[in-house]
C-alpha cells in the first residue's frame, strides 16, 4: 500500500523522471569529456589536473550508468534511452583512451612527433577548444563534422611512407568518429535514433572478494545486534540488529573515507530525530484526541523537511538518518500506547544510536581490499577475457 501511494504522489503530485536526471548528468559528462580531450593535448597540463579530471568523468560515468537501468521503465521510449546511456559511456570511455595516446606520445615520447603530427595534434586541440566552449547542440556537431572533413583531407594531402604516422593519422580520425557517435547518443536521449541505438548494454565487473567482505562485515553487525537483544531482552534492541543491518548493505559501495562523512551525518540526523519525535511529535500527539487531521499536521513538518534533504546527494545522509528513525519511533497506528511510553522511546532512540555507532566501527574494522588488489584482480580478469576471446575467434 506504501509502494501504491508512493507510486501516485510520485506521478500525479510531484513527477520526477530519471531521464531528466540522465539527461543532466549526460550532459555534465560530455562537458567534462571534452574539458579533458583539451586539457590532455595541452603540453602545459599538469599531471593533477589531468587525474582529477578523470575522477571527475569517472565519477559522472558511474551515476550514467547506474540511471540507465532505471530509465529503461519509464515509457515505451525507455528501452532506446538505456541504449544510448550504454552508447555514450562506451564512446566517452573510448575517447578518454584514443586521446590519451597523442598526451603521451608528445610527453613522453618527443622524438617521434613528426610536423605532420604536431599539426594534427594542433587542430585536434583547436577543434576540441571551440567544441568546449560552446553549449549549442547543432553547433558542436557541425564543428565535429568539419573537423572529421579536415582530417581526412589532411589525410589524403599527407602521404607518408611512416607507418607510424599513418597509423596516428587513423587515430586523429578514431577519435572524430566516437566524437559524433557520442554526440548522437546524447541526441537520441531526447529523441529517437533507430539508426544508432544498437549497443549492447555495459557488463558489470563482479569481485567475489569484495562481496565476501561485505558478507562478513553484515553478518558481524546483525550478531552483535543480535547477541545485545538476546542479553538484554529489551524489544528495543531489536533496532540494533535489524537497522544496522540495512545501513550496513546500503552503504557497501563506498569508500572509506566518504563513508566517516555519510555515517557522521547519519548519526546527526539520528539525534535530531529523536529530539524531534520524542519532545515534538508524540508530545503534541499525545495530548490530542486520536483524529487522524491533527496526525497528519503533525508529521507533515518534519516529514516534509527530512524528505527534502533527501533530495540532495549532499543533504542525502542527513535525511536518511532522520526520516527513518523518526518513522519507528513515532510508529504512527490506532493504538499508540507503546509509543507513548516515554521508556520504550527513548530506549528505541538510544539502541538506533547506539547500532549506527557500531556499525561506524565495525566498517573501520572490516575495511574492504585494498586498490591494489583490486586492480591486480581487475587486471588479471581482464587478461583472462582477452585470452577467452582470442581462442573464440
Known sequence: MGSICAGVVSHLFWPVKVKDSLQRQARSVINQTLQYLVTELDKSGTHENRHTQIDSIMATLGMVSEDSSAVSYEGPKGPGRTRAANQLAQKVLSLLALVQIFGRLQRRHAELM?????QLLDRLRDAFGRIAESDDF???????????SDLSKYRSNNDSDLPFESHML??????????????????????????????????????PLAGLIIGIRTTMVFLIGATIWVGTGSSAALMIMILPVIFSIMLARLPLMILKVVLKRLLIGVVVASFVAIFFALNVLSQSS???EILLL???????IGLLLLADRQTLPYGLGF?????????????????FSIDYTLSSAMAIFAGVCILFWVFHLITGPSIQLLVHRIFKTTYQDLLEAQSAS
Not at 503533525?298 to 516534509?304: Q, W, Y
Open 290 to 292: 486520536g483524529q487522524l
Open 138 to 148: 547543432d553547433y558542436c556537431l557541425e564543428q565535429v563534422k568539419l573537423l572529421r
Open 298 to 304: 503533525v508529521l507533515a513538518g518534519p516529514f516534509f
Open 170 to 207: 587513423n587515430v586523429g580520425a578514431e577519435i572524430t568518429s566516437e566524437l559524433t557517435v557520442l554526440l548522437r547518443a546524447f541526441r537520441a536521449l531526447e529523441e529517437r535514433d533507430s539508426t544508432l541505438l544498437n549497443a549492447p548494454s555495459m557488463q558489470t565487473y563482479q569481485d
Open 323 to 339: 526520516c527513518i528513525p523518526f518513522s519507528i519511533l513515532v510508529s504512527p497506528s490506532r493504538d499508540m500506547s507503546r509509543t
Open 114 to 118: 613528426t610536423p605532420v603530427l604536431t
